[in-house]
């Protein structure tokens, strides 16, 4: 899956090329439309923090604007996630005061914006995680509740519930298969 | 991709977000980010997976509150062994006591048995009128209990013991004791 260089250097703006040089409006807003969101959950996977998630994908976009049109048609998105992962990166480095992979998942993963369009997890999302959460076998259920929910760590799990920490990763594993299956290709 | 290398992917995704992988494997993973679009869109499904989790109610899933720990798994273990090797040796003394000491359990031979067996009829004045009570049946209770047919009861049925017994009542044995 990897994208040809020439397809990932971002070349600068050329003088007085404007419009032909850059991406097209609606078709930046199209690309938008379709990743964005997707650009910004990956971002935070990386920077593990909201506004700086924000800052780098606005940053992701600007270079779409300047050098979108030296990427193929068909890798677009995965030039769009490669130059987000280098912002963030980028980012992440600036940002000397965050304690690299310690964020709680609560502070990084919940929605900001109370408009429908800008939260970072849709309605549907979260009832459907429900759902298959639900249906999960009790030990596996408490293991994800644990994990993702109250933040603890496989080892605090382990420990709190009495079982080895090989059981608590089995657990995990296993119930991140079923949740898959169930919410399709989705999650 | 195969649905294997897929589960492997999402749940390396879903351990580098937790910040569960090692710092060797979050370098190796980071590497992989920059070249592997499936890579990225997992870690970008990660994050949608445990935000939905996240941004549940409390009582959204039926959570039932974590198992309480067996009492054997918070003894400490050098406990338990200390608990089961003085059983050990509790169990060990007993064998050996009873081999050791074989009168300690009464015995009951043949003879002894036939013997006070016999004295029973010794003083059957004394226990003739308690007997015959014993036998009458109880008024105004129904006794369940089928009447033994002698001739169905064959010797191999009464104890040696008790025929022993037997033979002595009627026998000089009785008298000799009774002219004693």
């Known amino acids: 899956m990897r994208e040809p260089e020439d397809h990932l250097r971002l070349q600068p703006l050329e003088e007085g090329s404007a419009g032909r040089g850059t991406l097209e409006p609606s078709r930046v807003e199209s690309l938008f439309h379709e990743h964005a969101m997707e650009v910004r959950r990956f971002v935070l996977g990386i920077v593990r923090d909201p506004e700086v998630a924000a800052d780098v994908l606005q940053s992701t976009f600007a270079k779409v604007v300047e050098s979108g049109h030296t990427a193929r048609a068909e890798t677009l998105k995965g030039w769009l996630f490669r130059v987000a992962y280098h912002e963030a990166l980028t980012a992440r480095r600036r940002d000397q005061t965050r304690a690299e992979g310690q964020r709680k998942l609560a502070s990084f993963c919940t929605n900001t914006s109370d408009r429908p369009e800008d939260r970072l997890i849709q309605g549907e999302t979260i009832e459907a995680v429900r759902k298959a959460l639900d249906d999960l076998p009790n030990e596996q259920r408490r293991v994800v509740w644990a994990r993702l929910y109250e933040d603890k760590t496989f080892a605090t799990i382990a420990q709190e519930f009495g079982v080895p920490l090989g059981t608590v990763l089995t657990r995990m594993r296993l119930a991140l298969d079923k949740m898959r299956r169930s919410l399709g290709t989705g999650v | 991709m195969r649905p294997d290398a897929s589960s492997d992917l999402s749940w390396l995704a879903l351990r580098y977000i937790c910040g569960e992988l090692s710092d060797a494997e979050t370098a190796a993973f980071e590497l ?135 033979s002595l009542t009627g026998s000089a044995g009785l008298s000799e004791r009774k002219e004693n």
């Open chain 2, 32 to 166: 992989r980010l920059d070249e592997d679009q499936a890579a990225r869109e997992a870690v970008a499904r990660a994050v949608e997976l445990a935000g939905a989790v996240v941004s549940l109610p409390r009582d959204a899933s039926q959570i039932l509150p974590a198992p309480r720990r067996p009492l054997v798994a918070t003894v400490p273990r050098w406990i338990l062994a200390i608990a089961a090797s003085a059983l050990f040796l509790i169990a060990l003394r007993s064998v050996w006591h009873d081999r050791s000491h074989p009168t300690a359990k009464p015995a009951a031979p043949s003879a002894a048995l036939a013997l006070a067996w016999s004295g029973v009829h010794e003083d059957e004045d004394k226990t003739a009128d308690l007997l015959e009570w014993l036998d009458a049946a109880p008024q105004g209770v129904e006794t369940h209990l089928a009447a033994v047919d002698t001739a169905t009861v064959s010797d191999s049925d009464v104890p040696d013991w008790m025929l022993e017994a037997g």
